[in-house]
């Protein structure tokens, strides 16, 4: 349980018809791609039940600046280079300032 | 670290003018209310940048059954009804399938 205000993203993308599990495989590399200590301290990747070619994503940082640190490193850059070809739009999403977080896991 | 796939929901809503803040109270107290053993896994309440009257949550379940049987539940529904009349507009949400999950908190 944390009232820290943690940096916090939420994301939504559609892939093109049929590679949305290439997309969740990238979005997952991509994460890793980061490292153990970049600041990232929770995602999630979820199906939609509406579409199965949507996904969406949650984050949570230590702050900001490790958020734009990290997601502008080189090794994060070239996963997110290779999925961008994957995608059928824009991705939408917010950024977020966690005001309350608990965490039962 | 897990790959279980629990039941995840987005939802973002827009107080009226200056209400955010008692949103945000009631919210979590609707999340304290489910108790203990809801199944309710993780949470969190954010605002949003953009606009200062507007949040957004998460929520990570054990599984879709224990999230309808407590949002549906006399102490939870009962602070839904509180909340209902701070808001400016409908809510907007997803579910989702949380087929990666990863926490490092």
Redesign the interface.
Known sequence: M?DAHMF?V?G?MTALPGRRDEL?ALL?EG?RAGG?DSG???????????DPDTI?M?Q?WTDRAAHDATTRSGAVAAVTQRLLPLLAGKPEG????????????
């Open positions: 944390s916090s939420y939504r969740i997952h994460f153990d990232l301290l929770t995602y999630s990747i979820n199906t939609a039940p509406e969406w949650t949570l917010s950024y977020g300032d966690a005001v309350y977080v608990h965490d039962r896991t």
